[in-house]
């Protein structure tokens, strides 16, 4: 089955063109053309890779357009780029003292003590698929709740990239956020303690996104989804995070939709929307399933960033049974498939195993801190940096996990409840 499987997805021609197809609707930020285009595309190819229908589910979410956005050292101004959601300055900007935090951990900001409140805080982006990241959304959280003005992230690369991402949700008690150029943090850091300015620009408004699902019933009622994000930013056309992973599960999908009646669990594809903002539109799925729908769910298998970088990584958040689950599927098969075992919540994987749902991530490139994978969330993330051997190899490894997973006698691993839940998600 397996070998069949494979072999179709070698064969094909379509997974490289589909992936330059969703990289030419742009970088598919919520609420832009770009994201709308993508949908549209994005039905019809779930539609023709699975012969069946496509149902969008919507979710009304409060969108946010970015506006301009600028750092004033004296009397040089350097570029900046509002991070998603992030309140807007008064006309002016907001003038304050640069306080430079270097990474921005837990310690660092428990160094700087008082200084903090009032201050505009300037920590580094991290490379994000490795071990020990702490992530800008932590980061930005210890700086508002310790009373900080203002927050910057500055890329950890260098050749005058801006760097992306969310920050918090515009509501009460949070602060501008912006990202900046590795240039631009070395020239603020020199100026560490004199006053800068900084300015954002964005408004809030009302906006409903689409999830898109298709289904492959098996012989079961149980399901194994496999997933993907649809969103991306736009700096670039985010073709690394996440048009390798709606590649792969578009090729997957054309691959084994003849052989989903024989399977024991059925395939549900779930195409998810606004992940860049903080895992929107897999959270509201989750949240409107009742518990025996939950139930119904074996597993979910997610595909985001899997192409980029040589080497596949399984995400298993220390969940029972699933380590050792992708230790015999990649041993059956002659594939290489590494572990990363602590809990990475950056994926729509975390809100399935918060639902009590057992879920991996497969990724590309984990640990390879100088592959394309350093160019997330930033101008760099552009089809180039993605091969069609890249994009076959995620899908192959893919496949052996998601047929393993649907054939099994038993589930991966059976439904968490809460001791587990708070075991495998804890960093």
């Known amino acids: 089955m397996f070998s069949e499987v494979a072999g179709r997805i070698w064969a094909s021609t379509r997974i490289g063109e589909e992936f330059h197809a969703i990289c030419a609707c742009g970088g598919r930020f919520s609420g832009t053309a770009s994201e ?15 012969g069946t229908g496509v149902v969008r589910e919507p979710h009304a979410y409060r969108g946010w357009t970015r506006g301009p956005a600028a750092v004033t050292l004296g009397e040089q101004r350097f570029a900046a780029h509002a991070l998603v959601r992030s309140p807007a300055t008064t006309a002016g900007g907001l003038t304050r003292l640069i306080l430079d935090l270097g990474r921005g951990t837990t310690e660092d900001f428990e160094r700087a ?13 991290e490379f994000m698929v490795g071990s020990g990241h702490f992530h800008r959304r932590r980061k930005y959280d210890i700086a508002r709740v310790r009373g900080a003005a203002g927050f910057l992230v500055a890329c950890n690369q260098p050749g005058g990239l801006l760097v992306t991402g969310s920050s918090g949700d515009g509501g009460p008690g949070h602060i501008p956020a912006a990202g900046v150029a590795f240039e631009t943090a070395a020239a603020l850091a020199l100026a560490n303690g004199a006053p800068v300015n900084l300015e954002v620009a964005g408004t809030f408004a009302e906006r409903s996104a689409d999830n898109l699902f298709a289904e492959l019933p098996g ?15 736009d700096l670039a056309s985010s073709a690394i995070d996440n048009a390798s992973g709606l590649a792969a599960v578009l090729a997957l999908a054309r691959a084994v939709r003849h052989l989903a009646p024989r399977l024991r669990r059925g395939i549900r594809i779930a195409l998810f929307n606004i992940e860049e903002w903080a895992l929107l539109g897999s959270a509201l799925h989750l949240a409107g399933l009742d518990a025996a729908d939950r139930r119904r769910i074996a597993f979910n298998l997610n595909l985001d960033s899997v192409a980029g970088a040589p080497g596949l990584t399984a995400l298993t958040s220390r969940i029972q049974g699933v380590e050792a689950f992708v230790r015999r599927t990649a041993a059956a098969h002659g594939l290489e498939i590494g572990i990363h075992s602590p809990f990475m919540g950056n994926s729509d994987h975390a809100n399935f195993i918060r639902a009590g749902i057992p879920a991996l991530r497969l990724c590309a490139g984990f640990g390879a801190a100088s592959s394309n994978m350093r160019l997330l969330l930033t101008p760099g993330d552009t089809p180039d940096k993605v091969t069609a051997h890249q994009l076959k190899e995620a899908a192959t490894v893919a496949a052996a996990l998601l047929l393993a997973a649907c054939t099994g006698e038993q589930p991966p691993a059976p439904p968490l409840d809460a001791a587990a839940v708070t075991r495998a998600t804890a960093d």
């Open 113 to 125: 003590g008082a200084a903090v409140a009032g201050a505009i805080v300037l920590v580094r982006h």
């Open 36 to 50: 709308t285009r993508a949908v549209a595309l994005l039905e019809r190819l779930l539609g023709e890779a699975t």
């Open 219 to 233: 012989e079961s009622d149980e399901w194994v989804v496999l997933s993907a994000h649809i969103d991306g930013h």
